[in-house]
């Protein structure tokens, strides 16, 4: 039973562009939680998706992110417009039904933005 | 708003010492669970222990186990006869508010970095 997989593992982006951050949770899944983790920090808690609905969106900032989790295919966190302070290492977990509190993560993605 | 606090930044012990590291979580949710998450150097989450808040009984996993004081909201990992590779961060986590429908956030707190020296 494949983990949670998350592409690109390293992604760097000069500023003004986009970054796209996949993740496919593990089989059988159908809840997505996306975190952020800051340099020396803890993971933060961004948002969290079913199937083609977001659930929680309540640690998004407010402007330039996204995220969607369509019927068919990966999970897609998208930055628009990226700044230096987007990088950070961005972790995709997910966990079944009525199992919320067994989040598996994904090997995350470490966006630099130059 | 629930919040976790880790308050050790930095621990250092020599191989086969007992560590213990601590964690103190604020909450008003009666029903929750608790974790210890390992991140070595490969930046992978991997989780240590669970403590669901409605068992008395310490949660042990092999050579971690957990010091559970619910009215104290203190939730202590010790590690016993530590090894090289347990050299990482360590996360304590907090959920809480399970209802039928599942999944609610992941509350973390600041991180100990943990050195094993041989």
């Known amino acids: 039973n494949a983990g949670v997989m998350q592409n690109p593992r390293h992604l760097v982006r000069r500023r003004g562009q986009e970054a796209r951050l996949r993740c496919s949770p593990m089989?059988?899944?159908?809840?997505v939680y996306w975190y952020r983790q800051l340099p020396e920090e803890g993971l933060k808690f961004m948002v969290y998706?079913?199937?083609?609905?977001?659930?929680?969106e309540s640690g998004m900032p407010k402007e330039r992110f996204s995220a969607e989790f369509p019927k068919e295919g990966p999970s897609i966190l998208r930055i628009q417009q990226v700044v230096r302070g987007d990088s950070a290492a961005y972790f995709c977990?997910?966990?079944?039904?009525?199992?919320?509190?067994?989040?598996?993560f994904g090997p995350g993605t470490r966006l630099t933005v130059t | 708003a629930q919040t976790v606090t880790q308050s050790q930044p930095e621990m250092s012990v020599q191989e086969a010492e007992t560590v213990t590291l601590s964690c103190t979580y604020d909450?008003?949710?009666?029903?929750?669970?608790l974790f210890w998450y390992k991140q070595p150097p490969s930046r992978q989450m991997i989780l240590v222990i669970r403590?669901?808040?409605?068992?008395?009984q310490n949660a042990t996993e092999n050579r971690f186990s957990v010091n559970f004081q619910k009215a104290a909201k203190s939730f202590s990992l010790k590690i016993s006869d530590s090894q090289l590779g347990d050299t990482a961060m360590y996360f304590c986590?907090?959920?809480?508010?399970?209802?039928?429908?599942?999944?609610?956030?992941?509350?973390f707190g600041q991180g100990t970095r943990l050195t094993i020296n041989p």
């Open positions: 977990a997910s966990s079944g039904q009525g199992n919320s509190y067994e989040q598996y």
């Open positions: 089989k059988g899944h159908s809840h």
């Open positions: 998706l079913q199937k083609e609905n977001i659930i929680d």
């Open positions: 909450t008003s949710e009666s029903n929750y669970y």
């Open positions: 403590q669901e808040a409605y068992k008395q």
């Open positions: 986590a907090f959920i809480g508010g399970i209802n039928f429908q599942g999944a609610q956030k992941l509350v």
